[in-house]
């Protein structure tokens, strides 16, 4: 666990590439300078680790809100299908204070994932189930745009999202600045951004 979490706020803080494993060791305060290489195969090894960690932590309260929406027919609404995507994630910020994952998925976005690296939503894992129903139900709510244009678009609202809270806890303190609200404003613009019409000069799908 000491890996993990040194290894996600330095990923976070310096970017991915730019941490060595010797570093990540010793910031975990571990004697053996290969521990990771033991531990978790290498890097790679390393940041699936984390990921998995973190979206198994999230996934209980991305089933809560899928089950109410089920019971309350939001199956259809974008905002709402927001919301189980990234709530979650916003909730460990704002009652956690917890900014390294989110920093760490901001440098994932940014350079491991156009790498083909992937996130436990891109594989059968069982930490991601209920993001992966919530991915494949916005989806399907905006098959319009065709396949690569939409997950185009997720990823850029993904990234939206991370750096509106990673710019506010770089901050000094607001008392006059609500997080819910910052969210609420955020899940707009997200959903404003995915619903925009295509643009035809150069089509991606």
């Known amino acids: 666990m000491a890996l993990i979490l040194a290894a996600e706020k330095l990923f976070g803080d310096y970017g991915i590439d730019a941490v060595g494993l010797r570093a990540i060791s010793e910031a975990a305060q571990q004697k053996n300078s290969n521990a990771v290489q033991y531990h978790f195969g290498g890097k790679l090894g390393l940041l699936k680790a984390i990921f998995e960690l973190r979206e198994g932590q999230l996934q209980p309260a991305r089933a809560n809100l899928l089950a109410q929406g089920e019971v309350q027919g939001r199956f259809r609404d974008i905002r709402f ?39 436990p939503v891109d594989y059968d894992s069982a930490n991601s189930v209920s993001y992966r129903q919530a991915i494949w139900l916005l989806g399907e709510r905006l098959a319009y745009l065709g396949p690569k244009r939409w997950m185009s678009r997720l990823e850029s609202v993904g ?47």
């Open 81 to 119: 299908l927001l919301r189980v995507c990234f709530e979650p994630n916003f909730l460990l910020y704002r009652d956690h204070h917890e900014i390294g994952y989110l920093k760490l998925h901001a440098a994932y976005l940014s350079t491991h994932r156009p790498r083909g690296v992937q996130h």
């Open 159 to 205: 990234t939206m999202f991370l750096s509106v809270f990673i710019q506010h806890s770089a901050r000094k303190p607001d008392p006059n600045t609500s997080l819910d609200e910052l969210f609420e404003d955020a899940i707009e613009m997200m959903a404003a951004a995915l619903t925009a019409p295509p643009g035809y000069r150069t089509p991606i799908s």
